[in-house]
C-alpha cells in the first residue's frame, strides 16, 4: 500500500515539475519578444499602442474574432497586425481585407514560436509602451484582448 501511495506521490511531483517547467510566465514572454522587436523588427514601434498576433490555425471561434477585429481595425496607425501559422495567403485574402502599411505576414513562424506552446492556437495582443511590448493579454475563452484595445482607443 504504501509502495502504491510513494508512487502516486512521485508522479504528482513529476507533473508538477513537468507543467511549471513548461509554462513561461508574461514577463519571459515579454522580455524575449521586446529582444526578437530590437532585433528583427524593421518598423518603428514608438506610435504603435498595440500588436495584435493572429495565428491562422487553432482556436476557431477566437481566430474568427481576430479577423473581424482585424477588419474592422486594419486602418489604425497605432496598430500593427501580426499573421502568422498561415495556410495560405489565397484563403487569408479572401477573409480579411489586408493593409500592408501595418501588417506583416510571419511565414517562417518566428514570432508566434515567442509565445508558450500551449496558448499559440490563441491570438494575443501586447500592448506597447515607448516602443516596447510592456502587458500582453491573451483573447481566448477566458480573456477578452480585443475587448480591451476597443475600451481603449474609444478613451
Same mark, same amino acid.
Given at each position: ?10 508522479? !504528482?511531483?513529476? @507533473? ?18 521586446? @529582444? ?26 477566437? !481566430? ?5 477585429? &482585424? ?18 495567403? %489565397?484563403?487569408? %485574402? ?12 510571419? &511565414? ?5 514560436? @515567442?509565445? #508558450?506552446?500551449?496558448?499559440?492556437? &490563441? #491570438?494575443?495582443?501586447?500592448?506597447? %509602451? ?18 480591451? !484595445? ?6
Amino acid at each position: 500500500m504504501t509502495f502504491t501511495m510513494r508512487n502516486i506521490i512521485y508522479a !504528482i511531483l513529476i @507533473l508538477g515539475i513537468f507543467f511549471t517547467s513548461c509554462s513561461e510566465s508574461d514577463s519571459e514572454v515579454l522580455s524575449n519578444v521586446n @529582444l526578437y522587436l530590437e532585433e528583427n523588427f524593421a518598423k518603428n514601434l514608438d506610435s504603435v499602442k498595440f500588436i495584435v498576433v493572429i495565428p491562422e490555425q487553432g482556436c476557431g471561434t477566437c !481566430i474568427t474574432q481576430a479577423e473581424n477585429f &482585424y477588419n474592422e481595425f486594419s486602418q489604425n496607425d497605432d496598430i500593427v497586425f501580426v499573421f502568422c501559422n498561415i495556410i495560405s495567403n %489565397k484563403i487569408l %485574402k479572401h477573409k480579411v481585407n489586408i493593409n500592408y502599411d501595418n501588417t506583416v505576414f510571419d &511565414y517562417d513562424n518566428e514570432f508566434l514560436s @515567442l509565445l #508558450p506552446q500551449n496558448k499559440q492556437i &490563441y #491570438p494575443c495582443v501586447f500592448v506597447m %509602451k515607448n516602443g516596447k511590448a510592456s502587458a500582453l493579454i491573451w483573447q481566448s475563452v477566458r480573456q477578452a484582448a480585443f475587448m480591451e !484595445i476597443r475600451k481603449s482607443i474609444n478613451h
